[in-house]
């Protein structure tokens, strides 16, 4: 009697098929086995990629001859530590009373992938395969997975792109890892006071790493600027008050006027002075006239569901925790029934699903009774009660959480109405997160908000002032989404007030007021907020509804992205603040930075990385051949490789063997005694200035580039007054935000690395 073989990813996984197929199993070492199938599982990847010492002894030595390594074959392995039950897996695979085997595992393109190598290295032949699909671990899902799988080789595509991307991860890693690292490795241990120095590149994880510093480098060279607005207090028939802001629109007489910063506030105070003045010249009895009061209503949706992006960036924010941490906390509660697939990037549902949505409602219902809830979360099981009572759930599929075209492998994640009974054992943070996931769902079954929005333009003279004021009238899906918050309408009873006011009508000014304020510098991602930037290709969107607008391919995908924030901390290369979630470089994720920026700057673009995610996507949907796909990525490898090498042969990168500034008579020229060693002096390549006591430890090392985005170069004449006077007064500097001109000084930093500071920025 034949027999068919389910291969899961996990003994877990193995454990809830047997349950849902009702097999009376025994248990046996590696697999349970009943009289009608077999389950046997993987423990994540048995099979990986062989290390290039594999296919030649010589390339365990790391030599820039031997670059680019372009294998025509690839060669696989199983891993040494699961080895046991790769045999296990591979023994029942080739039983002869197997006649059909299920793939079971994780159904995305990396569980896809770990099964393919199994499959691959077995090399079981004349056996049915089918892939078993689903999108959460309850028994009806997992029934249905089973009856309806399909032949294997519909997902040969899936396959293709699985193997595309372990390639091209592989093939970066290991040429631009070596590459760098023997071309720049000994000047980056120099300035770390290391023995050695690996400089480890990956495809995403390089491009993050770019991001991180960028954003660090951008805080640290803003430079403030202030500004100074106009405000402005009116009354009406002596009892009507309110404020206005003054704006620059066109018909004003500032209106693009360079005395502004953008068009809401004076550069300088004086200026903003005479301003006032003007308003009040022949304006005796200080009025204003009401140029408009328009009111409006506005409609404010349920936000979208949870995708795994989405709900990192939120349990970053509400309770501090890591995307990595979020995700196993996420992937306990699928595996606990609880909730549906986690690594997804869709936010809303399938038609199929929708049409079925009841079940999960309706297994909601006794939340109260199944879960020990605190007292404010005890009203879900109100809100629950109502949708299934006025039937709420019914015309979902009409509404916009539903989109067949906005889904590739998993809807988005939501509670499957199931495993309630799990929840009293759950730890806090599983608590937390599984009722979040609640609220979020159940809030698309209730109405919008709505605010009623008021606006007022009052003219003086050709000046037009604003005021806004806005209340929610009527609190809609808020009370789900926000447990029993209220919403504050501090301002309901001056609207009331505000819409006695009518275009035309003639107002008395009471007072001006200037407001300094100033230019702030851009935010340091968070853990959240950088998994948000990875989705969406570099470009952190905090407006939901706009991010859903333009969303676009993002770096990695949502099963990969937590991995890399943890495997660059890792290394070394970013800090998280485990309190704030706030990412910060390391000094030798700068340095590692630099490097990858003057050697293969185009592995810091988001732009370059989200297309070889879009490009995978492609080969995966049948838009593009394997071989086109692996010509490019080679050609990419085989460019970039050449010319690191070769600038490297012309002008060398290390501090030993540069190009140096020589006098007439052969000598290298110094420009000063070096201000860290205090022995040294201070030499001259193409690319810096740096001690001659490099070898000995000496960090001191100043870029020539460091001034570039102040569209200043810095000269060795420069390095000598630095050296010989500590500052150099008034430079000319562009700044980056404003491309305004400026004179500034320029010093070295305390630390006496070599880095420079600007100060006494000055507008000219």
């Given at each position: 009697m034949s027999k068919s073989l389910f291969i899961t990813e996990k003994p877990s996984v193995a454990m809830e098929f047997a349950k849902a197929l009702n097999m009376k199993a025994s248990k046996k070492n590696g697999y349970l086995e009943s009289d009608e199938a077999i389950i046997t599982w993987c423990v994540g990847h048995l099979v990986n990629m062989s290390y290039p010492e594999k296919y030649d002894p010589k390339f365990k030595k790391w030599v820039l001859k031997d670059l680019p390594f372009l294998p025509e074959e690839y060669k696989y392995e199983?891993?040494?530590?699961?080895?046991?039950?790769?045999?296990?897996?591979?023994?029942?695979?080739?039983?002869?009373?197997?006649?059909?085997?299920?793939?079971?595992?994780?159904?995305?393109?990396?569980?896809?992938?770990?099964?393919?190598?199994?499959?691959?290295?077995?090399?079981?032949?004349?056996?049915?395969?089918?892939?078993?699909?689903?999108?959460?671990?309850?028994?009806?899902?997992?029934?249905?997975?089973?009856?309806?799988?399909?032949?294997?080789?519909?997902?040969?595509?899936?396959?293709?792109?699985?193997?595309?991307?372990?390639?091209?991860?592989?093939?970066?890693?290991?040429?631009?890892?070596?590459?760098?690292?023997?071309?720049?490795?000994?000047?980056?241990?120099?300035?770390?006071?290391?023995?050695?120095?690996?400089?480890?590149?990956?495809?995403?994880?390089?491009?993050?790493?770019?991001?991180?510093?960028?954003?660090?480098?951008?805080?640290?060279?803003?430079?403030?600027?202030?500004?100074?607005?106009?405000?402005?207090?009116?009354?009406?028939?002596?009892?009507?008050?309110?404020?206005?802001?003054?704006?620059?629109?066109?018909?004003?007489?500032?209106?693009?006027?360079?005395?502004?910063?953008?068009?809401?506030?004076?550069?300088?105070?004086?200026?903003?002075?005479?301003?006032?003045?003007?308003?009040?010249?022949?304006?005796?009895?200080?009025?204003?006239?009401?140029?408009?009061?328009?009111?409006?209503?506005?409609?404010?949706?349920?936000?979208?569901?949870?995708?795994?992006?989405?709900?990192?960036?939120?349990?970053?924010?509400?309770?501090?925790?890591?995307?990595?941490?979020?995700?196993?906390?996420?992937?306990?509660?699928?595996?606990?029934?609880?909730?549906?697939?986690?690594?997804?990037?869709?936010?809303?549902?399938?038609?199929?699903?929708?049409?079925?949505?009841?079940?999960?409602?309706?297994?909601?219902?006794?939340?109260?009774?199944?879960?020990?809830?605190?007292?404010?979360?005890?009203?879900?099981?109100?809100?629950?009660?109502?949708?299934?009572?006025?039937?709420?759930?019914?015309?979902?599929?009409?509404?916009?959480?539903?989109?067949?075209?906005?889904?590739?492998?998993?809807?988005?994640?939501?509670?499957?109405?199931?495993?309630?009974?799990?929840?009293?054992?759950?730890?806090?943070?599983?608590?937390?997160?599984?009722?979040?996931?609640?609220?979020?769902?159940?809030?698309?079954?209730?109405?919008?908000?709505?605010?009623?929005?008021?606006?007022?333009?009052?003219?003086?003279?050709?000046?037009?002032f604003f005021t806004s004021s806005k209340v929610c009238v009527d609190e809609g899906y808020l009370p789900v989404l926000n447990g029993n918050k209220k919403n504050e309408n501090s301002k309901v009873n001056n609207m009331e007030t505000l819409k006695k006011l009518k275009k035309g009508q003639v107002v008395k000014i009471t007072d001006f007021n200037i407001k300094e304020s100033e230019t702030t510098p851009p935010k340091r991602y968070n853990s959240g907020s950088m998994i948000l930037a990875m989705e969406n290709a570099g470009k952190l969107i905090e407006d939901e509804e706009l991010r859903e607008q333009i969303k676009s391919q993002g770096i990695g995908t949502s099963a990969t992205r937590s991995g890399i924030l943890e495997k660059l901390q890792l290394i070394k290369y970013i800090n998280l603040n485990k309190k704030t979630q706030i990412l910060t470089p390391t000094q030798k994720g700068e340095l590692i930075y630099d490097v990858v920026n003057r050697s293969v700057p185009s592995l810091l673009k988001p732009e370059l990385t989200a297309s070889w995610e879009k490009g995978l996507t492609m080969v995966a949907n049948g838009e593009i051949q394997t071989d086109k796909y692996m010509e490019k990525l080679e050609n990419y490898i085989k460019k970039n490789t050449s010319k690191v090498i070769g600038v490297n042969n012309n002008y060398g990168n290390n501090f030993s063997d540069t190009v140096v500034i020589t006098n007439k008579r052969g000598k290298k020229k110094s420009l000063g005694c070096c201000i860290s060693c205090e022995n040294g002096e201070v030499l001259e390549n193409r690319k810096a200035f740096y001690c001659s006591n490099w070898k000995k430890g000496c960090k001191f090392t100043v870029w020539k580039n460091s001034l570039d985005m102040y569209k200043q170069e810095v000269t060795p004449a420069m390095i000598k007054e630095l050296i010989e006077k500590g500052t150099i007064e008034d430079i000319n500097i562009v700044l980056p935000q404003t491309e305004e001109k400026c004179k500034a000084s320029l010093q070295f930093r305390k630390d006496k690395s070599g880095a420079l500071d600007l100060k006494n920025v000055t507008r000219i």
């Open positions: 199983v891993i040494p530590n699961v080895k046991k039950q790769f045999d296990i897996v591979k023994s029942q695979m080739k039983r002869k009373d197997i006649a059909t085997i299920y793939v079971c595992t994780d159904s995305g393109r990396e569980g896809e992938y770990i099964y393919r190598l199994v499959d691959e290295k077995v090399g079981v032949k004349n056996k049915a395969k089918k892939r078993v699909w689903i999108d959460s671990q309850t028994e009806d899902e997992i029934r249905r997975g089973v009856k309806e799988a399909k032949a294997l080789d519909e997902y040969n595509k899936l396959s293709d792109s699985a193997y595309l991307r372990a390639k091209e991860d592989y093939l970066i890693g290991i040429n631009f890892s070596r590459l760098l690292t023997l071309t720049h490795g000994r000047s980056i241990s120099s300035r770390l006071g290391e023995k050695y120095t690996v400089i480890a590149v990956g495809r995403v994880m390089t491009c993050v790493l770019g991001m991180v510093v960028k954003r660090e480098r951008e805080i640290r060279e803003f430079v403030k600027t202030s500004y100074y607005k106009i405000n402005s207090s009116f009354k009406f028939n002596d009892s009507l008050e309110y404020d206005g802001e003054w704006k620059a629109v066109e018909g004003s007489n500032y209106y693009m006027s360079k005395l502004l910063f953008k068009d809401i506030g004076f550069r300088d105070k004086e200026k903003a002075e005479e301003f006032i003045e003007e308003l009040k010249e022949d304006n005796e009895e200080l009025i204003g006239t009401i140029l408009s009061a328009t009111r409006k209503k506005e409609r404010k949706n349920p936000p979208l569901l949870y995708n795994l992006a989405e709900i990192q960036n939120e349990c970053s924010k509400k309770f501090k925790l890591s995307p990595d941490e979020t995700l196993k906390v996420v992937q306990s509660l699928y595996e606990k029934k609880m909730l549906t697939y986690p690594r997804t990037d869709a936010r809303v549902l399938s038609t199929a699903v929708a049409k079925e949505i009841g079940k999960n409602i309706k297994g909601l219902l006794n939340i109260r009774k199944a879960c020990n809830l605190d007292e404010k979360d005890q009203e879900i099981n109100d809100f629950v009660k109502k949708i299934v009572d006025e039937g709420k759930y019914k015309g979902l599929s009409k509404t916009k959480y539903v989109n067949d075209k906005s889904i590739t492998d998993h809807y988005a994640i939501i509670p499957t109405g199931q495993g309630l009974g799990n929840f009293n054992k759950l730890p806090g943070n599983e608590k937390k997160i599984f009722l979040l996931v609640v609220r979020r769902f159940l809030a698309i079954f209730y109405p919008p908000a709505v605010y009623s929005k008021l606006s007022i333009t009052t003219k003086i003279k050709e000046e037009s």
